[in-house]
């Protein structure tokens, strides 16, 4: 999910260009707040229309353990309170994502989550996209108790479209849809690889992407901006590698593929980029000094 | 990360703590899951009261389910359109004193079989000779389950056929044969069902018929004109078939009037059971929903009124597959059962027990799922499910057949599945999308669930440790008094699967009574003779228990009319109350434990 509030970690000289998270206003919203209320709104469009909740508590649980756990570490690593607004997003996700009959997988895959931002660091920065690494080590960890949305959000057309719409405005005022837009067109074209590989119907392959699953992970999980390389090209390959990965994980029949892809890809990316920073700033030191 | 190094020793630690948390929950949960392990009959008859032993062929029952071949179109997921049409329902057809039973059979050419009890621990099938087994002709369609009433109170069950196809009634001429009046009675000419209930919606003394369609019954599953016919949502689908009320009018004649009462709903009905809910004399109706959420009719004697999302029962779209009732708590109200599908890491929908909210009564009452709380929440694909007691301690206990379809145990056809289902309705709702079965699994080779009440609140699964160890695809389960005995055993049918008696024995010293019931047509009083409708209420150590006498619950099953109770031991009974259709109610004091009370209702 976008984590676009977490605390400032990066030395200067790797620190992502700013995103325009104070100007240009979307709706009036200060851009910290955009990405929140947008899946706020889906949460409350998709539960008040179909019901896609069955429980509100334990949504909340979710958000709740997200908030806390995240104020806690926050307090004690960089002794200060970090802004919820990225611990929100991980907790709502983690909510609408995971499906299970009891309470505690809500709050364990928000603990999981948030504590894998603070533990799971390569040169102070966190790797994993916090809900996708929580969300796939339950998959993984309690599969007897957990699945994911998948089919909670009705198959209907008009849903998606709004919510199609809806995202990629926000996700371009984010200058971030070139991520979105790559990952879908190479889901498309693969899909017609697949259905061409295993003789299924092309409509069966390419069935996923309609579904609300992929609404959420297209538009939170893989645009994440603290979790993704910073060039634009760069980030343009990854996810296209993320797709590919997928495709891959597909045709072993494996049902949450593009979970587990960008649990792969995402971070191998991210240890290659940070391994060709700390090249150039070793490179760049004698220069500096002189 | 600037904190100290103590702090990241813990923080590390803490996270290895969450990482391993759903390593102690499981292991913390594994004894209680699997329905225990298996012991000996002794062992079970000790530790649980009682122990199932599966005496089919020692009963002279070898009935094997077959599924059928539909039109070529459909044949890279036959398996899965043609997974239902097993069915078991229980009647004494004769009269004889014995419960009898009767399974459908679902390819085309196969026969239906009636399971003539000869009162010495055997069956005959008998259907041939009654006219009532040669029902899946080329043309007609197949059976999908039976119910049994008497529709004009002539003193012997009627058979009412439902089909993926021209459904049938069959009148029953008194014991010696069955005769075919589907003409006669205005049946319509085709209806793609799963589920029908006898019941006597406006209170006139004759039984009328609920049927709830399935696939749209425009549609001929062995001449497809199109493929376009399956649920355009997983969960919101409302391109199913109709629902029916055929009003008895008494001569014979059945009218439809679902539309004239309140009846419309196109969702896909796999199962239907009517009880009465709020206490006003009339019967609700209860549908639960493929594809859907589970619909609740109110009926005030003339009109329904869908209230489910208003009761709590018709909000959160599951796979509902079957609907029971059972007061499970013993304070004189029903919940209801209704169970979905689970798939460790798939799809963990969790079936959905429906107990009565505090406080809430009439036309105000409300429902709350307490599946979790009370232990019945998964059951893997789970579809037929009835409530009785097992082993005759006073609580009723819940058993659950489950499993879809077994077929390569190596390769699984979730992935397809999962991929269609969540696609957008123009591509699921047309089968010619659905990837090939290719002789794959899904949610097969299932274990059971034997689920006892402990009568505070909690249900603990069994079926291992008691004998219930088939891996079938379950789809009905009646329970019934097979040799009068006092004790509740269990048929189970399955598809493309044997048909199970799993023949009971209870430990001694529980105690029991049953009531045999026969409403009073004589003057027109309200009640039908079947007394479907009816309730007996036991009042025994300071507890009650109600259980009505149902013309079809679970799914695409019918239980013995008879209504079995389990007292525990040392029983003192108070009284039994029966509420009778008519609205006539009796009290019958200090009735004898430890017997079959057959109760005609005065006139």
């Not at chain 1, 307090?75 to 995971?98: D, E, M």
């Not at chain 1, 990952?183 to 069935?207: C, D, H, K, N």
């Amino acid at each position: 999910m976008s984590q676009q509030t977490s605390a400032p970690v990066f030395p200067p000289q790797i620190q992502p260009p700013q995103a325009p998270a104070h100007r240009n206003p979307l709706f009036g919203l200060d851009n910290r707040y955009i990405a929140p209320a947008f899946i706020t709104c889906i949460l409350l469009a998709g539960h008040l229309s179909f019901g896609i909740l069955e429980s509100y508590q334990k949504t909340l649980l979710a958000i709740i353990t997200s908030i806390l756990i995240e104020l806690v570490l926050g307090r004690i690593f960089f002794h200060k309170w970090v802004h919820p607004a990225s611990a929100y997003i991980t907790g709502i996700s983690v909510g609408i994502l995971i499906r299970s009959p009891a309470f505690w997988p809500y709050a364990l895959c928000s603990a999981i989550s948030i504590t894998s931002k603070y533990v799971l660091r390569v040169k102070d920065r966190h790797i994993w996209n916090p809900s996708n690494f929580g969300i796939s080590v339950m998959l993984f960890l309690a599969a007897e108790t957990v699945a994911t949305l998948s089919i909670q959000w009705g198959n209907y057309l008009w849903p998606m479209i709004v919510i199609w719409t809806l995202g990629s405005v926000i996700i371009w005022r984010l200058r971030r849809f070139h991520i979105t837009g790559i990952y879908v067109a190479s889901f498309i074209a693969l899909a017609f690889l697949r259905s061409w590989m295993t003789g299924s119907p092309w409509q069966s392959e390419i069935a996923p992407i309609t579904g609300p699953m992929y609404q959420l992970f297209i538009f939170f999980m893989i645009t994440d901006p603290k979790t993704t390389v910073r060039s634009k090209s760069g980030q343009c390959v990854v996810v296209f590698l993320v797709a590919l990965f997928e495709m891959v994980l597909r045709l072993n029949q494996i049902v949450y593929a593009p979970f587990y892809a960008l649990f792969v890809v995402g971070p191998a990316a991210m240890l290659i980029e940070i391994w060709l920073d700390s090249r150039r700033a070793r490179a760049a030191t004698p220069t500096v000094a002189q | 990360m600037t904190g100290n190094r103590i702090a990241r020793v813990f923080l590390v630690l803490f996270f290895i703590a969450l990482l391993a948390t759903p390593f102690v929950i499981k292991r913390m949960s594994a004894g209680r899951e699997a329905g225990g392990s298996k012991i000996d009959a002794k062992t079970a008859l000790a530790r649980h009261g009682f122990y199932l032993e599966e005496v089919s062929h020692a009963a002279g029952i070898n009935f094997v389910h077959q599924s059928p071949r539909l039109d070529l179109k459909l044949d890279p997921i036959t398996p899965e359109v043609a997974s239902m049409g097993a069915s078991v329902s229980i009647v004494d057809f004769d009269r004889d004193g014995w419960p009898d039973i009767y399974v459908t059979n679902s390819a085309i050419g196969s026969k239906n079989a009636l399971y003539r009890n000869m009162h010495d621990g055997t069956f005959q099938d008998v259907a041939g000779d009654m006219g009532i087994a040669d029902v899946n002709q080329p043309g007609t369609g197949v059976s999908t389950g039976a119910v049994w009433g008497d529709f004009d109170n002539d003193g012997y069950e009627d058979l009412f056929l439902i089909k993926w196809g021209r459904p049938e009634l069959f009148h029953n001429d008194q014991g010696h044969g069955f005769t075919r009046v589907t003409e006669q009675a205005r049946l319509p000419p085709w209806i793609n069902a799963n589920t029908a209930i006898w019941f006597d919606y406006d209170g006139d003394g004759l039984l009328d018929l609920f049927v709830g369609g399935y696939y749209s019954e425009d549609i001929d599953l062995w001449h497809l004109t199109t493929t376009r016919i399956m649920p355009d949502s997983f969960e919101y689908a409302k391109n199913g078939g109709r629902k029916y009320l055929f009003h008895n009018l008494g001569n014979g004649k059945f009218e439809e009037v679902s539309e004239k009462v309140g009846i419309s709903s196109r969702r896909w009905a796999l199962a239907a059971a009517a009880a009465d809910l709020r206490g006003t004399g009339h019967p609700d109706l209860f549908v639960a929903n493929d594809y859907g959420v589970s619909e609740l009719y109110f009926n005030d004697g003339k009109r329904f009124h869908e209230v489910g999302e208003q009761a709590g029962v018709g909000f959160a779209p599951k796979s509902g597959m079957n609907a029971a009732f059972g007061d499970i708590l013993n304070q004189g109200r029903y919940a209801v059962y209704v169970s979905n599908i689970s798939e460790d890491g798939i799809l963990i929908q969790g079936n959905n027990l429906w107990v009565p909210k505090e406080g809430t009564a009439g036309d105000t009452i409300k429902y709350q799922n307490l599946a979790r709380d009370f232990g019945v929440e998964l059951g893997g694909w789970s579809f037929g499910a009835q409530f009785g007691d097992l082993n005759n301690d006073g609580t009723l206990d819940l058993y659950l057949t489950n499993g879809y379809i077994s077929l390569d145990r190596n390769r699984s056809y979730w992935y397809d599945f999962s991929k269609v289902a969540g696609g957008n309705s123009s591509i699921i709702g047309d089968a010619k999308n659905w990837p090939a079965f290719e002789g794959r699994s899904l949610s097969g080779y299932q274990t059971k669930r034997v689920w006892l009440n402990d009568g505070a609140g909690k249900f603990v699964d069994v079926a291992q440790a008691v004998g219930v160890t088939d891996v079938y695809d379950g789809r009905s389960v009646a329970l019934v008094d097979l040799w009068n005995r006092g004790v509740l055993d269990v048929v189970v049918a399955n598809q493309n699967g044997p048909l199970l008696l799993y023949k009971n024995t209870v430990a001694p010293g529980n105690e029991w009574i049953e009531f045999e019931l026969e409403g009073n047509t004589a003057s027109h009083s309200g009640s039908n003779r079947s007394a479907i409708g009816a309730e007996v209420t036991l009042f025994w150590n300071g507890q009650q228990q109600v259980q009505e006498v149902s013309g079809g619950s679970g799914f695409a099953a019918q239980n013995d009319r008879r209504l079995h109770f389990g007292l525990g031991r040392n029983p003192h009974i108070e009284k039994a109350v029966i509420h009778w259709p008519s609205g006539k109610i009796q009290t019958i004091d200090k009735p004898a434990a430890d017997q079959l009370h057959k109760m005609k209702e005065p006139a």
